[in-house]
């Protein structure tokens, strides 16, 4: 055996060795997380009357509304009981055509013949949206009324009513801004977003919009984001004119607008000429900086930011994804088990501190699912991402 082979081999084995070693290192670096982990999760607070709506108090504290308006606040162990409860004694509904009535009931009857009797809800009709601080909750039909709540006590502190003249029930996108001055609501049957002064109930102005065009109310109420195909606009709600010049936005065309905690971005999803997720984009108001997410999650759609800004959650059937906001990148993941979710998640809910996440499932099999879920957004960093659905 010659010299040059038992070299040639020597090279060879350490070349392996050396191979072996950054692929070691790679995987415990990416474990560690270099790359995007896996959220664990669990289905809590199980039984009827099942949770509809899950949220936060001001001390970071686990709540949830269940089907017969009935408030619960949790300790850390969510699998108690919960530590008390309360009951909502009045909430918004829905103003319905004598046409929409007539349909509802023929499609409650079809339920009851086919599937039995509907669950008990005496939220029925109701969106609930977190309030900035948590310390209180909203419920709304997002059409016309909107009910200010304690996460303290569960008490109805406020209730206003938007005026508008008498039309067919189609609400779209709602938002109020953070001093509760401002409320913008979107009728898709009309084809229009309106604005209004939430104490008094005026109309402030109002925008004619496509059924695919997009709107938003930034964080201190001044002003309106509008996404009509790929061009954003601008407009003032002082003036109800465009505030600056429309920005053209590098995609087919865009939608779906989350603006953020501290109002310096918002994000939107980028579609393609055959409306499907191309991916979403988060832009900088300020320096009107475009920051297209990570490609990985092109399919997904946009869902909520974290309340400190960090993070964008993005979502697909059955998968929540989180995009660090300052590079775009997938950071995390929370993937459920069948059929936590399927189509959409109902009212995603982030604690104060961003450090939990709750939410109560929707679509699947279950549909009625007698519990809600619960992820620790700040759980070790121990598993890997192997999936991206």
Known sequence: MSNSWRRDTSVLIKSIKSFALIVISAVTAFAQGSGPFLLAGERVNRGLPAPIFTL???????????????????????????????????????????????????????????????????????????????????????????????????????????KKPAQKFAPGAF???????????????LRKAYLHNLATGEKLFEIDKGFFDSVGLSTDGTTVFFIQGNILSRYSVATGKKATADFTIKADSAGIIRVSPDGQRIAFNLYNKAMANAGQAIFELETQKLMVADPTLAHCAVSVFTPDGKFLAVHTPRYLHFVDTSTGKHSFTYSSGYPDIWDAVIDPSISPDSTKISFRPAGGIDVNAPYFVFADLSQPRERMVTKLK
């Open 56 to 162: 936060y108090d001001e001390t970071n504290r686990q709540m949830a509304i269940a089907q017969n308006g009935e408030v619960r606040w949790f300790d850390a162990d969510l699998r108690k009981p919960p530590i008390r409860t309360a009951k909502i004694t009045e909430v918004p509904k829905a103003v319905l055509t004598a046409e929409q009535a007539a349909l509802a009931e023929e499609a409650k009857r079809f339920h009851q013949a086919t599937f039995g009797d509907l669950p008990e809800n005496f939220c029925s009709g109701c969106e609930l949206y977190q309030r900035p601080g948590s310390r209180e909750f909203v419920l709304t039909d997002r059409d016309r009324q909107v009910f200010f709540y304690s996460t303290a006590t569960g008490a109805l502190l406020r209730k206003f009513e938007i």
């Open 175 to 189: 938002a109020i801004s953070d001093d509760g001055k401002t409320v913008l609501t979107e009728n898709t049957d």
